[in-house]
Nanobody, 117 residues
Framework: QVQLVESGGGLVQPGGSLRLSCSASGIIFSFYTMGWYRQVLGKQRELVAHITSGGSTNYADSVKDRFTISRDNAKNTVFLQMSSLKPEDTAVYYC???????????WGQGTQVTVSS
């Protein structure tokens, strides 16, 4: 059974930085595409970034050049380094893992990121 546990969220001032981590278990981590999504109450969940098993990445336009996704296969962990944070980045951030064959996504419980002065 896939388990994804996010950490690292919190309150940060505009222009600040945060690093989110997601620890995975119950999967062969290196085979999975991993992603970060975010959701604001009342709105649809949206993609932030993906990283494939081979290390290829893609980002939402709104976070390009500010956020970096990376993975450590030895530690079964995916990271999201967020810089130059804006109030509009405020959301619950979810870690996700896509099964390599079915591409069915599994989700973590989410971690709140609040950008405010």
């Amino acid at each position: 059974q896939v388990q994804l546990v996010e950490s690292g969220g919190g309150l940060v001032q505009p222009g600040g930085s945060l690093r989110l981590s997601c620890s995975a278990s119950g999967i062969i981590f290196s085979f999975y595409t991993m992603g970060w999504y975010r959701q604001v109450l009342g709105k649809q969940r949206e993609l932030v970034a993906h990283i494939t098993s081979g290390g290829s990445t893609n980002y939402a336009d709104s976070v390009k050049d500010r956020f970096t996704i990376s993975r450590d296969n030895a530690k079964n962990t995916v990271f999201l380094q967020m810089s130059s944070l804006k109030p509009e980045d405020t959301a619950v951030y979810y870690c996700a893992a896509a099964h390599p064959l079915t591409m069915i996504w599994s989700w973590g419980q989410g971690t709140q990121v609040t950008v405010s002065s």
